[in-house]
């Protein structure tokens, strides 16, 4: 098995060789090959994205990536951008749906944002659509005829792009507790109303699950005032990027929450997929060592049980984690003082 490991900007590189620790300690048969993305490609190759480390990606059976984002490129246009790597390669790779669990660890519920048994009964997937949405439409800044500037986004699903990942959330749901919430704004887009309909469409081939419906706005609320009524979310790219940076600080940082981006081979029975921490390069601690490595560790985790099948390995990844935090070792993100290597080094030491 080849694992392509793409760590890109900011606190990317940090964390991600503390994942690559955890992944040695484990002794896999796996192969590791290192590409480069984001800020760091443009640098060297002068594209976020270079063709090479596209093709080491499509020949890899599972890619692990950090994070992308250099405030240097901010003002590229925007297909030199670092973040066009992560769209490029969700896009290119067919990576459409995105898991991102977020789940209460004990000992944890004081870190919280939110009042400890509120978030004590947090254990939630929220499975957001990755390859459609506002973010592929057209977009452009134009002028009008007035010679105004306009910003231009346009937004649209297609009844199939909506389809596919209903059956991921359905699926997914049988597999929890048989509750699935499918979130949109369909009192007021279009685009939301035929999410709606194809959703139900979908529906009648599950009759085991309880589907239920939730705008946006009162996703965000809910998921505050009582996150412990969701299971499975299912929604769009845009709205599933929002909620589920909010349902990371309800669990009491976005730096332990990781994700998994899989394609219709995954889905079948093939192997790619994608997985990344949810968060952002962080230029704001980058280089200062004190990045939580969690989130990009039980990435890892994902990884191995998404991609490889291993089970085993994946759990004791996470247990690991669990562990460390319950000992009290945790990063300045949760109030603590360990930093980067010092997180790994407890995570590899309990593993
Ligand atoms: P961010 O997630 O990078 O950071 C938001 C805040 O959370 C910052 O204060 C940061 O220090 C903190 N944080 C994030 N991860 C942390 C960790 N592991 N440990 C401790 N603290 C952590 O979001 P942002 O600041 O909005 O974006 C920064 C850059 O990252 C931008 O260029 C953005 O486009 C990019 N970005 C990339 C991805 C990705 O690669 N998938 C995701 C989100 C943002
Ligand atoms: C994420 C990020 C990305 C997104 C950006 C960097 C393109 O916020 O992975 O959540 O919006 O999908
Ligand atoms: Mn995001």
């Not at 792009?161 to 509750?179: D, M, N, T």
């Not at 319950?326 to 590899?348: F, N, R, Y």
Request: glycine letters at 12%.
């Amino acid at each position: 098995m080849k694992i392509a490991c793409l760590p890109g900007d900011g606190i990317g590189p940090e964390i991600m060789a503390e994942a690559l620790r955890v992944l040695a300690a484990l002794e896999l048969p796996v192969e590791v090959v290192h590409g480069d993305v984001g800020g760091a490609a443009y640098h060297r190759h002068g594209h976020p994205l270079p063709p090479e480390t596209l093709a080491l990606a499509q020949g890899a059976d599972a890619l692990l990536f950090g994070a992308v984002g250099d405030p240097t490129c901010d003002n590229l246009e925007r297909h030199l951008r670092p973040e066009q790597a992560i769209l490029g390669l969700r896009s290119a790779l067919g990576l459409f749906a995105n898991l991102r669990p977020a789940k209460m660890f004990a000992g944890l519920e004081d870190l919280s944002a939110l009042r400890p048994e509120v978030a004590g009964a947090i254990d939630l997937l929220i499975i957001r659509e990755l390859n459609g949405d506002v973010y592929f439409g057209e977009k452009a800044i134009r002028r009008l005829d007035d010679g105004r500037r306009q910003g231009f986004d346009l937004m649209s699903y297609a009844e199939d792009e909506v389809r596919r990942i209903a059956h991921v959330g359905f699926r997914a749901a049988q597999g929890r507790s048989g509750k699935l919430c499918s979130v949109d704004k369909a009192n007021v887009l279009e685009t939301s109303q035929l999410w709606r309909d194809v959703v139900i469409e979908v529906a009648a081939e599950y009759p085991d699950v309880a589907l239920t419906h939730m705008y946006v706005d009162n996703a965000a609320m809910q998921l505050v005032r009582d996150p412990g009524q969701f299971d499975v979310i299912v929604t769009g790219n845009l709205f599933g990027d929002i909620l589920s940076d909010q349902a990371s600080m309800c669990v009491g940082s976005i730096g332990l929450l990781a994700s998994a981006a899989l394609g219709e081979r995954q889905m079948a029975h093939g192997t790619l997929g994608l997985f990344e921490p949810i968060h952002g390069s962080a230029p704001d601690i980058a280089g200062t060592g004190r990045a939580n490595p969690m989130a990009m560790i039980l990435s890892l985790a994902m990884l191995l049980r998404h991609a490889l099948g291993q089970e085993d390995a994946a759990t004791r990844i996470e247990a690991a984690v669990a562990v460390t935090l319950a000992d009290g070792i945790k990063g300045g993100d949760l109030g603590g003082t360990a930093g980067t290597v010092a997180i790994g080094d407890a995570v590899l030491a309990r593993l």
